[in-house]
């Protein structure tokens, strides 16, 4: 099968916010507490800890971090989860339907962010909470003395300010599942309210706001925010979307529909600066993103294919949702220009990367894109136009796929409900198979390609085209693997700890490439993700 690749490092499209590549935690089954904080575990540090974990969070060396939720957030009061240990109460918990022990709260999350380095992002509770108790946990934080709140962290032992300058204004109000579901002007009217008065308590904090990834909520909350004059506290304008199926092609379909979400959004904000004319427009932070399907939140329905020692939401991954990871991320690359923030959600065990029982900490196949891409990518995303060869995408291939990969989810993860079929406009269209981003230094020296080969049974060769630039040296980083479908973490028993780990499921290769040019071809195995670095 063959592309074609052509890349124009002079047609700059704009600059990469590096926390595109953010994660995301929240007290949701074993994503924090038997995650990341294990008192008393053999790894973990006097603080509660997993120094394992640490460590592969440093690997992923995420540049931001979401926190508490999600919908947690929409019942958090965050006083609960300060102060000594053993006066936090403990909480009923709804949104997952658990008790909440508050053992890991806001002094917790500044000291696992401090560790691993990256920019603390809160959610506050919009839900069952109040614009007052959002001021007053901003206050906590970021003012250094002389108020009540700034006095209580000093008195908890922080005599130094965290400030956190990211806050997210409460999680998914539009949903019916949400506490303090309301409609978009009233969502709205809360919003600004409490933007306004967190603005002048501390000027220098962002903001995002609920998007529903819904034309009609996402139009009439940007609407009162511009027809109100609150132009100037939107800062980012969220969208969530999950991801998943059975079948490889009908999870890589998905991808697709993302980036027309991404395009739709862009469109409705370009349409208040046409309406309004504001001196600022938001961009987009896709704060919650993923492939989940396999592990349903319906609490009944779940607990009954829950292991013992298992939370909720424990998706395994295979080789086929790093190809997808891949793709969202050329995505975000690709609209740079307004994409400016993402979180995988979750980090840990909770649809997520890293994997983690009492007896270690493993990698799950999507870990290896968040690594690589973070690592490699650029500041500027440049222009990379690709032509490709496709897959029709008809009723009997789909049937075909269907059956093909009927059994593919490991027997002890099942959950019921498991979603088979793609959406009806997917029928008779064509399916690109492969997908490319590209960025490059601001000296214009070195840059890097990233290429998705998104046929499960063939390999690709794609004639690369620099046009003027001359590299003098490449690299490349292979992200691939045997079965499109395997796993990296297989359940094998009874309990949590009872896992095959198949670490050949998906690798990571690196070699240089010999005789390079502005001119050149590169092989992509089925299946795999290809990173180039180049340096002229």
Known sequence: MKAKVRVDHEQVVAAVNPMIFGQFIEHLGRCIYGGIYDPGHPQSDKAGLRLDVIEKIKELNPPILRWPGGNFASAYHWLDGVGPKDKRPRRQELAWGTVESNQFGTHEFIDLCRRINTEPYICVNLGWGTPEEAVNWLEYCNVKEGSHYAGLRKQNGATEPFGVKYWGLGNELYGTWQHGHCEAEEYAHKAAETAKMMKRLDDEVKFTWCGANNVDWDRRVLDYVYRKNYGLLADYFSLHRYDGCPTYYGTLLGAMDFEADIVALKGLINSIWKQYHPTKLPTIAVDEWNVWYRTLNEKPETSKYLRQGEGRLEELYNLCDAIYAGSALNMFIRHADRVTMANMAQMVNVIAPIYVTSKGSYYQPIFFPLKYYRQL????????????????????????????????????????????????????????????????????????????????????EVDMNLLDYAPRAARQVLISGPDPMGYMVIPSGPTVNDNDYNPEACTVMERAIEKISSKFTVEIPAHSIVILTLTS
């Open 377 to 460: 990518h650029r500041p500027l995303a440049l222009n990379a136009h690709v032509q490709s060869d496709t897959l029709k995408i008809t009723r009997e291939f789909e049937q075909s796929q269907v059956q093909k990969h009927a059994n593919v989810v490991p027997g002890l993860w099942r959950a019921p409900g498991l979603r088979h079929g793609w959406q009806t406009h997917w029928q008779g269209k064509e399916f690109p198979l492969v997908d490319v981003a590209a960025t490059r230094t601001h000296d214009g020296r070195e840059m890097t390609i990233s290429m998705v080969n998104r046929h499960d049974m063939e390999a690709i």
